[in-house]
Structure formats: structure tokens, C-alpha cells
DNA sequence: GGTTATTACGATGGACGTAATGATC
DNA sequence: GATCATTACGTCCATCGTAATAACC
């Protein structure tokens, strides 16, 4: 499981379409919704339902939201904590 | 970033050895170095000092390890969570 | 010389963009 | 037919193992 999976997902959760939420993380659609099936697959659940108005979250989407997020919270410490120990080195 | 990444720091920080790590994962011991160094890569920082004798953790290592546990604990979370979701579908 | 990590290199699979297609309104 | 997502396909980069090298005890 990458980061960007999860970024992309949160991003897909907030705006509920897959082309603006590629926009946004600099993807193309087909780029974004290959990391969407990439996540579902190391999480063994789909997360979205498709439409050509957008895409809704599964239950499993909806419950592992907040801990995507969280994830990804805890990955941006990660990566502050290293980066000002490393310079005070 | 990977958890993969995750996975390989936290067994080499338990092990003090990356041979050990990587026979424990499954892996060969330049791939082990590899993720290591992406993950350093990918954090702008050194985790670790490499000797003959084996690897310890820099500062900025000791600093990141409790968050690295944490972030493969909501992991394993979200597996766990989409996983019985899916199920209950 | 034995132990541990890195470098080199070749092979396989992953990740991406563009273009084309599918599906729904 | 406009909109949004997926499939197809080609390309480039990631990741791995094996083999060779480097460094320290």
C-alpha cells in the first residue's frame, strides 16, 4: 500500500468525482482510478461505487475514511520529524 | 511511501541487522537495502548508520520508529475494517 | 576468512499518459 | 452528445534476485 493511494482516495471522498480529484493531485483519470483498484486490492474491499455522475463510497469506504486520513497525518509527521532531525544533525 | 518500506525499518530497528530482517521478510538482503533506501529517500533523511557489524539508528531513525508502528497499526486497521465491511456487503 | 552491507546488472512487473471505448444522463 | 469512468496499449521506472565487491572484525 503507497501513500499515494491513500491520498488519491481521501481526495476522491471529498470532492465524489474521480476527474476533479485527479486534477488536483496532478493524475490523469486513468492513473487515479488504476491507484483506486490498487488500493481496493491490498484491502481485499471495494471502497467506491462507479457512475458517470461520480462515485460514491462503500460501507468500506466510509469506515476506514477517518483512518485514511489519520494515515496520512501520521506519514506527514514522519516526514517533518526526519526531515528537522536530519538537519540538526 | 510504502509499508512495505515501513515493514522492512521496523524489523531492522528490532533486529539491529538487516540479514536478519530480510530473511524474516521473505526477502533477499539488497532488496532490504533498497527499500531502506527509498524510504530514506522518500523522508529526506538517513534512518541509519551501516557497518559490518550490522545498522543503528540515527536520530532521526529513533525519532519516526514509534510513528512507523503506529502507521502499519492503522494500516493492518484498515485491512481488518474493509475487509469484515465487504463481508457484511 | 567470516560476516554484513552495498553495487552491478539483467529480468519482470508496476505506474503512468494518450487515445479509444463504455455507460449514463 | 456531454460527462465521467474504464480499457487498451506503449513506455519508462521500480523492484527483485543472483553475483560480485567493499569494509570491517
Known sequence: MDDRE???FTSIA???RMDLAAKELGYSQ???S?????LESA???????????GV???????LILP????????IEGMKQTAGVADRRR
Open 56 to 62: 460514491e463510497l462503500t460501507i468500506a469506504g466510509q
Open 43 to 53: 484491502l481485499g474491499a471495494a471502497l467506491l461505487t462507479r457512475g458517470p455522475t
Open 67 to 74: 483512518t485514511a486520513r489519520a494515515t496520512l497525518v501520521l
Open 34 to 38: 488504476y491507484q483506486i483498484r490498487r
Open 6 to 8: 491513500l491520498r488519491a
Open 14 to 16: 471529498e470532492f465524489g
Open 30 to 32: 486513468p492513473a487515479l
